[in-house]
């Protein structure tokens, strides 16, 4: 079993779920998710996914080996900023 297949699919299939209806010009490749990061411990596996959409909006998939359960959560991003930390800053305030 691919893990990474099934993430994508439903991802994919949220992606197409939520899709504003007046969107119908969007390209079938801006809607392939593909893979921020992903990491497995034990029988476990998260992801981090996203697609070419200009939506904001990035999925956090975590496969739950003991149950065999898929849990989805989608985010929505607001803003970006780069914070620079000062060459004096205290550690640990």
């Known amino acids: 079993m691919n893990m990474d297949i099934i993430a994508k699919r439903i991802v994919k299939e949220y992606v197409e779920e939520h899709l504003d209806k007046s969107d119908k010009d ?33 999925y956090e998939l975590t496969y739950n080996g003991d149950k065999k359960e898929w849990y989805l959560d989608a985010y929505k991003k607001f803003e970006n900023r780069c914070i620079t930390m000062p060459e004096n800053d205290e550690v640990g305030l």
């Not at 801006?30 to 992903?38: A, E, R, T």
């Not at 990491?39 to 990035?58: A, E």
Request: charged content about 25%; aromatic content about 16%.
């Open 26 to 58: 969007i390209k079938e490749s801006d809607k392939q998710p593909y893979i921020v990061w992903k990491c497995k411990t034990l029988q476990n596996w998260k992801y981090l996914m996203s697609t070419d959409l200009h939506d904001g909006m990035y």
